[in-house]
C-alpha cells in the first residue's frame, strides 16, 4: 500500500505550449510536444490539436489528441491539468523510460478519455523489451469524490497534487480495454506507485475492460472514491492484486488476479484483496470507513507448493486471500481460489489496528487442499458470521477477458 499525505494546499503550475517560446522558456516547461494546427471537423466543429511529438512529457491543458499511428514515449511527469482533456485513441502505444518520475497524472478537474475496442486496445507499457516490474510509473486519476472523515488526501509524487472531496458522481473520464504493463516504480519502500491509482475517483468516469501485467505494488488500488470498476485482470502483481482503503464506496465486478508459476513475489504480505476502512489503519474514529461490493472474483494461485513450512517466507504463498480489516466493510460475493499455490488464511478480519467490520458478508470457494492452507479458513472463527467458506461459486469468467489475448 502507498502511503499518502494529507494536506489542504492545491496549487497547479498551468503552462501553454506555443511554436515560438525562446530556449529559456521551453528549459523551463519541459514539454516535448508539437501541436498541429486546428482543424474543422465534419460537423463544422474545431478538432483538438494532435500531439504529435513522439516525446510525452509535462502539462498537457486544453483538449489534446494522440494519434495511433505514433508510437509515444513518456519521458517525464505526464500532468492533465484541471479543465484539460487528454484523448488516446484506439491502438495507441505508449512506452515509458525507466524511472519513478515517469508517469501519467491527471488532476481534479481533468479528465482522460482511453479508447480503447477490443480489437484496437490502447497499450502503456516500458520502453525496452523484456522489463521488470515497476520500470515506470503507472497511470494515476486523482478525482473529487469523498474519502473516509470527508478528509483529502496528496498524491505521493507532489504535496500539490490534491484528491477527494464531495462529489460523488465525479467525472475523470472514461477508459476502456487498456493494457498496463510493468508499473509500480518507487523511489523509496514506502513510496511507490501501483500498476493504476484511484485517488477519489467518482463514479461518473467509466473504467471497464483493464489489463495490468507485471506490476510492482498492487495491481489496483482506490484510496477512497466511488468509482466502479468492470472487467480487471491482474496478472503478478508483486504485491496485492485488489487494494482497497481510505473509505472506498464503489464496486468492482469481474476481477481475475493471477500469479503465474515461476512467479515470486518480494513483499512481505501479498494478498488477493487487502481493505482498509481507513488510511493505513490511523483514523479508526473517522465517519465514511470503505464500504464496497466485490462480485465475481477469482484468484488463481498457479505456484508450485511451498515446502520449507516457514509462513513467513512468502515465497509460493499467499499472505490472506481476503483480508479485511481496520473498519472495513465489504459485501464480497462469488469468489474462488484456486491453484497449486500456498496461502496462509483464506479470509482474515484481523490486524494490530482494528478488526474489519462485523457486518461484512465474504463468500468464498476454495479449491485449494488441505496443505495448501497453511493458516485458518477464517480467523477469527467467531465474530464474523457473515464470513463463510463454502462450495458453489464460480469466480470470473475468462470469457470478459478474450480482449487480451491472455492464455488462461
Not at 27 to 41: E, G, I, Q
Request: glycine share 12%; proline share 4%; charged share 15%.
Amino acid at each position: 500500500m502507498n502511503l499518502k499525505i494529507f494536506k489542504h494546499t492545491n496549487k497547479n503550475n498551468m503552462k501553454k505550449t506555443t511554436k515560438f517560446l525562446n530556449l529559456s522558456a521551453i528549459a523551463m516547461v519541459l514539454f516535448s510536444v508539437v501541436l498541429v494546427s486546428c482543424k474543422k471537423d465534419n460537423g463544422g466543429g474545431i478538432t483538438p490539436p494532435v500531439i504529435t511529438s513522439e516525446n510525452l512529457n509535462g502539462p498537457v491543458t486544453g483538449t489534446r489528441n494522440l494519434d495511433a499511428a505514433i508510437t509515444y514515449t513518456i519521458t517525464g511527469p505526464v500532468v492533465v491539468q484541471s479543465g484539460a482533456t487528454l484523448n488516446i485513441p484506439a491502438g495507441t502505444m505508449i512506452k515509458a523510460n525507466k524511472g519513478f518520475n515517469n508517469y501519467i497524472l491527471v488532476l481534479q478537474g481533468g479528465k482522460i478519455n482511453v479508447n480503447g475496442t477490443a480489437d484496437k486496445p490502447v497499450t502503456m507499457t516500458a520502453d525496452i523489451p523484456n522489463a521488470e516490474a515497476g520500470h515506470w510509473g503507472g497511470l494515476i486519476i486523482n478525482g473529487k469524490a469523498p474519502l473516509s472523515g470527508g478528509t483529502t488526501g496528496t498524491t505521493e509524487v507532489s504535496s500539490e497534487h490534491q484528491y477527494g472531496g464531495n462529489i460523488a458522481n465525479d467525472n475523470s473520464g472514461s477508459i476502456t480495454y487498456l493494457t498496463i504493463a510493468y508499473s509500480g516504480a518507487r523511489s523509496s519502500a514506502d513510496v511507490e506507485h501501483n500498476g493504476l491509482t484511484l485517488n477519489g475517483v467518482g463514479n461518473g468516469t467509466r473504467i471497464e475492460n483493464v489489463y495490468i501485467l507485471n506490476g510492482a505494488d498492487d495491481g489496483v488500488e482506490f484510496f477512497g472514491g466511488t468509482v466502479n470498476v468492470k472487467n480487471l485482470l491482474v496478472v503478478n502483481p508483486d504485491d496485492d492484486m485488489f487494494d482497497f482503503t481510505q473509505g472506498y464506496t464503489g464496486t468492482l465486478e469481474n476481477a481475475y488476479g493471477i500469479w503465474e508459476t515461476g512467479y515470486t513475489s518480494t513483499e512481505s504480505d501479498p494478498r488477493g484483496i487487502e481493505a482498509d476502512g481507513n488510511l493505513d489503519g490511523k483514523f479508526p474514529e473517522q465517519t465514511g470507513q470503505s464500504d464496497f461490493a466485490v462480485k465475481n472474483v477469482t484468484f488463481d494461485l498457479r505456484l508450485a507448493p511451498a515446502t520449507d513450512g516457514d509462513i513467513q517466507n512468502v515465497t509460493n504463498k499467499m499472505q490472506d486471500v481476503i483480508k479485511m480489516r481496520r473498519g472495513a466493510k465489504a459485501a464480497i460475493t462469488n469468489a474462488l481460489v484456486k491453484g497449486t499455490g500456498t496461502a496462509i488464511d483464506l479470509i482474515d478480519f484481523t490486524d494490530g489496528k482494528g478488526t474489519g467490520n462485523a457486518e461484512s458478508s465474504v463468500s468464498l470457494t476454495s479449491s485449494l487442499a488441505a496443505a495448501q492452507i497453511l493458516g485458518k479458513q477464517i480467523n477469527p472463527q467467531t465474530g464474523f458470521p457473515n464470513g463463510k467458506v463454502e462450495p458453489g461459486n464460480t469466480g470470473c469468467t475468462t470469457g470478459v477477458f478474450a480482449w487480451t489475448k491472455y492464455n488462461f
